[in-house]
């Protein structure tokens, strides 16, 4: 039981390229979260997706397109990175995405990313 | 906007005292708070999570919850060395899905 993988650990991109970053939970969870990290400004959600065919924006969604693949799957595109797109990336997944209190995220190991 | 706000700290205990982190948050209408742990260079890890007015205890770690005040804390008892991380408090809308919002974290230093 591997819990929430992402790929890749590391990248470098330049100015106006763009990638996906892949995001992959096997608990069987419902829904999954996009964040960056950035110092000082702690974690800020980038998008969601309560349930399999659902995407909704976060705090910081500009710049960055998700899809919801399947139950596993989630991922994250830049489509021309930007310098300020510099940071780190965590994907997380909780099992009910409802108003329950008790819904708790599960995090990935993350993508740290730098744009030149 | 909501806000979620902690003390960036470092926070320095000696090894075997009791560390008290806090958080505030501007929310009224916030259903649950949890407390998450980051090592350096690694992901955020749950430690435990609170939704009722008062104490809930887990091994060494007690987080106390003030709806009224809208401040939740978390006691590390018998502190050690290994707990030397970011301690981060994220806060749960109510009535939505499960969005959470993040203070920026406390920086714990355990002294030997």
């Known amino acids: 039981n591997a819990g929430v993988t992402q790929t890749p650990k590391f990248q470098v991109l330049k100015t106006g390229q763009s990638m996906t970053l892949q995001c992959a939970q096997d608990?069987?969870?419902?829904?999954m979260y996009w964040y960056r990290q950035d110092p000082g400004m702690g974690l800020r959600l980038i998008y969601y997706s309560a349930s399999e065919g659902t995407t909704d924006k976060g705090e910081v969604p500009n710049g960055y397109n998700v899809s919801r693949l399947n139950k596993r799957e989630f991922s994250l595109r830049l489509e021309s990175a930007a310098p300020s797109q510099t940071s780190v990336y965590f994907c997380?997944?909780?099992?009910?995405?409802?108003?329950?209190?008790?819904?708790?995220?599960?995090f990935g190991p993350g993508t740290r990313l730098t744009v030149l | 906007q909501k806000e979620v706000e902690q003390n960036s700290g470092p926070l320095s205990v000696p090894e075997g005292a009791i560390a008290s982190l806090n958080c505030t948050y501007s929310d009224r209408g916030s259903q649950s708070f949890f407390w998450y742990r980051q090592y350096s260079g690694k992901s955020p890890e749950l430690i435990m999570f609170i939704y009722s007015n008062g104490d809930k205890e887990d091994g060494r770690f007690t987080a106390q919850l003030n709806k009224a005040s809208q401040y939740v804390s978390l006691l590390i008892r018998d502190s050690q060395p290994s707990d030397s991380a970011t301690y981060l408090c994220?806060?749960?809308?109510?009535?939505?899905?499960?969005?959470?919002?993040f203070g920026t974290g406390t920086r714990l230093q355990v002294m030997l």
């Open positions: 997380a997944s909780s099992a009910f995405g409802t108003s329950g209190p008790t819904d708790t995220q599960y």
């Open positions: 994220a806060v749960k809308e109510g009535g939505t899905a499960s969005k959470l919002t």
């Open positions: 608990m069987n969870h419902n829904s």
